[in-house]
Structures are given as structure tokens and as C-alpha cells.
T-cell receptor, first 116, second 114 residues
């Protein structure tokens, strides 16, 4: 049972336009959400995060929106640049349930392709 | 500031063998988490070490074990390797054992089991 879902395996966007990557989750205990970017043969690079007490967080060209009632978050990249072409992973974590850390739960990723 | 490093970068083993993967955490971080990423999947949590103690574990069998050293570097050991253990193994470090700490990843070790 996938607790974090990224339903679009790939997304193609023209350079300069907005890229919107979506992520849904099922576990209501998740309280912290992150987006990572991954190039081939490299580890995931942290992009931006958001706590469940907020509904928006912005960092330069990257904005993450959280809709807790819909259990949905999205990453907006404006404007999209060729270097943004990569696989983007949505991840979530929950407060300890008493059994220790559960780590990050990841989606399967969305491959973003920025076309010139 | 030194980032997360992992060694080796690539490894080939045969079924039944044992393997040890190594990770050095980012400067100032005392928590290390290990993940397994199979092809086409997102990383899956194996376990976390905080101040040299296992602090949480995912759904992996006991043949996956680990250690954290006083300098906060860590090892992942896998015994009795199976073909399905072929994957990218990622190490991530963070500055505390809490849930709202951002984890920073190393480049990974790609393991192939034949």
C-alpha cells in the first residue's frame, strides 16, 4: 500500500513556463513533507520542505503548496530551466509513534523534462 | 562543510555473500538513515541510527544490519545476499533524530548481486 503517490511518471514542460508536480498521501500522521531532485548516478538533492502547520513555502523559483484536507501537495517551478530536467521525489515523515523513527516515505518520482 | 560521502560507488557480489557499505555523515550531523532504491522506485527506509543506537527500522529482514561509530559515520551490512538486493543504497544524514529534520543524501552505492 503506497502511502505517498506521484501519479505522473513523467512531465514535459517548455523552458520558461511553469512546472507543476503533484503528490498525494494517505497517512494522516505525516507532518513534514519534502521535495528532492535526483540526477542519474547521483543521490537525491534536497529542494524544499513544508511543515503541516503551513500551507505554502517559497524558496526562489520553487514553491510548495500543501492542502491537508485533500492530502495533496504540489511543487511549482517558475520559470522552468533546462537544468531542472531531473526526477523529482515527494517524501513525507511522521512524528514518532513511540516505536522510533520511521524515516522518510517516498513516492516513485516524476521525471520532469524541460524542452527548449 | 563536507557533504555526505559513501563508499564504494559500485559493487558486484554473488548470491549468498556478505557486503558492507560505508557512509560518512555531513559535518555537524549525528543521525544517519539508510535507504534502498530499486530501479523505477522511490527510496525505501531500511533503518536509522541516532547517537550510535538504532532509532527506527523499516520493513527489512534482520540480515540487514548496521552500525554507527562515535564520529557518526555508519555502516550497512547485508548478509546472505539475494538477487533482489540489487539496488542503489543511499545514506542520508540529519542533525537530530526528530521527524522534522531534513535529511541530506550521499551519492549512493550501486550493488549488483549475481
Amino acid at each position: 500500500d503506497q502511502q505517498v503517490k506521484q501519479n505522473s511518471p513523467s512531465l514535459s514542460v517548455q523552458e520558461g513556463r511553469i512546472s507543476i508536480l503533484n503528490c498525494d498521501y494517505t497517512n494522516s500522521m505525516f507532518d513534514y513533507f519534502l521535495w528532492y531532485k535526483k540526477y542519474p548516478a547521483e543521490g537525491p538533492t534536497f529542494l524544499i520542505s513544508i511543515s503541516s502547520i503551513k500551507d505554502k513555502n517559497e524558496d526562489g523559483r520553487f514553491t510548495v503548496f500543501l492542502n491537508k484536507s485533500a492530502k495533496h501537495l504540489s511543487l511549482h517551478i517558475v520559470p522552468s530551466q533546462p537544468g531542472d530536467s531531473a526526477v523529482y521525489f515527494c517524501a513525507a515523515s511522521a512524528m514518532y509513534s513511540g516505536g522510533g523513527a520511521d524515516g522518510l516515505t517516498f513516492g516513485k518520482g516524476t521525471h520532469l523534462i524541460i524542452q527548449p | 562543510e563536507t557533504g555526505v560521502t559513501q563508499s564504494p560507488t559500485h559493487l558486484i557480489k554473488t548470491r549468498g555473500q556478505q557486503v558492507t557499505l560505508r557512509c560518512s555523515s555531513q559535518s555537524g550531523h549525528n543521525t544517519v538513515s539508510w535507504y534502498q532504491q530499486a530501479l523505477g522506485q522511490g527510496p525505501q527506509f531500511i533503518f536509522q541510527y541516532y547517537r550510535e543506537e538504532e532509532n527506527g527500522r523499516g520493513n527489512f529482514p534482520p540480515r540487514f544490519s548496521g552500525l554507527q561509530f562515535p564520529n557518526y559515520s555508519s555502516e550497512l551490512n547485508v548478509n546472505a545476499l539475494e538477487l533482489d538486493d540489487s539496488a542503489l543504497y543511499l545514506c542520508a544524514s540529519s542533525s537530530g533524530g526528530a521527524s522534522q529534520e531534513t535529511q541530506y543524501f550521499g551519492p549512493g552505492t550501486r550493488l549488483l548481486v549475481l
